[in-house]
């Protein structure tokens, strides 16, 4: 679609995102599915170009910028949305079309030649996100809250009209559940580990806190290095902080670092950790089995994603992965775009 690839599955993630704003709202509406469908900022000029030319003579109202809280119904951005799939059907990049890209996407990420694995990390980096949102413990003043505030009703009362005492209510504060992310980069996941630091790149920008980690021999933190807006710069940096690639695995030895230097700061809010590796373990299996039973109790979840998991009659038999199963809350597999997604829906449905 003039030097931009629109495949079937960015047409659901639009259907979706139209459902949450205003689609009556040009400002939202170009927002939203420029978010989707621009990867790269020199596909800005030419998605502008098909936007203008998609929507000419559509009939606008309301804000153009400004958000609207409410949530837009289906019946009202259908015909939007049937036009949006019939124009990517009939004008699907010419450089990849929707039966190579459907191929992508369930293909293992250790069979994709350079070619593919770029269409991959397009792939992954355009995934539509919506994260949960959970109750906290702490309390924000609220006019429809579900508990009275007598501390702000009391102060309330020495105003001028303090004689009606009119309660004040309170409801818990919503914020997303933070996302913390291990990555194993050892040499038996040499050929996926740099599709799953695309992913922590992609969920750092769709989650409000997430932390980043590799190890092999040892355990380091690159949260800060990926926050680059470019993946490959992202990455890049990456390469020059992270001095184990491709070394043993000590995952019991990683966890335990994770445990003394990390969990406190970071165990607020009860977050999810995502575990990426395929089990393999050169460490002491008791000193996993410690370090694992204590990472499941300090926060809300545990993920792991295995590579492996994906192959027909997997069975978690190496010794890394029978060890830590105990205390992990889901085994996912994690080899190809289509597994990477599944993840993500898990993640989104977690708490709602």
């Known amino acids: 679609m003039s030097g931009l690839t629109v495949t079937p599955d960015q047409v659901g993630d639009m259907a979706k995102a139209m459902t949450l704003i205003d689609p009556a709202s040009r400002g939202q509406v170009h927002a939203a599915l420029r978010s989707l469908a621009v990867t790269e900022p020199d596909e800005r000029p030419p998605f502008d170009g098909v936007f203008a030319r998609f929507f000419e003579g559509f009939a606008w109202s309301g804000p ?12 009202a ?20 079309g929707a039966s190579t890209v459907e191929s992508i996407q369930t293909r293992d990420f250790a069979d994709l030649d350079d070619d593919d694995l770029a269409e991959a990390r397009r792939l992954v980096l355009s995934m539509f996100w919506q994260p949960s949102d959970v109750k906290t413990r702490r309390w924000v003043a609220s006019s ?44 038996s996941m040499e050929k996926y580990a740099e599709m799953f630091l695309v992913f922590a790149h ?3 920008r769709r989650i409000d806190q997430v932390e980043v980690f590799t190890f092999s021999t040892s355990l380091t933190r690159i949260t800060t290095e990926l926050k680059r807006r470019d993946v490959q710069s992202a990455l890049s940096l990456v390469g020059e902080s992270v001095h184990d690639w491709s070394g043993g695995t ?16 970071m165990s607020r809010g009860r977050p999810v950790v995502l575990i990426l590796s395929d089990g393999w373990d050169c460490g002491d299996p008791e000193m996993l089995a410690r370090e694992m039973a204590r990472l499941s109790r300090t926060v809300s979840s545990v993920l792991w994603l295995n590579p492996l998991a994906s192959r027909t009659n997997y069975q978690p038999a190496t010794r890394g992965m029978r060890t830590a199963l105990p205390y992990v809350d889901h085994l996912l597999p994690a080899a190809s775009v289509h597994d990477l997604r599944g993840v993500v829906r898990l993640l989104d449905s977690m708490n709602r």
């Open 77 to 96: 951005v259908k015909p939007v949305l049937q036009s949006l799939g019939q124009a990517a059907a009939e004008d699907v990049d010419t450089r990849t």
């Open 64 to 75: 153009s910028v400004e958000p609207s809280p409410r949530i837009a119904s289906m019946s």
């Open 202 to 204: 992609a969920a750092q």
């Open 250 to 265: 000590m995952i019991g030895e990683a966890i335990s670092q994770w445990n003394r230097s990390w969990s406190r700061r």
């Open 144 to 187: 429809v809250g579900s508990q009275p505030d007598l501390r702000r009703t009391l102060r309330e009362t020495v105003r001028p009209d303090g004689d009606l005492i009119p309660i004040a209510h309170r409801r818990r504060r919503i914020r997303q559940r933070p996302l913390i992310i291990i990555a194993d980069i050892s040499g």
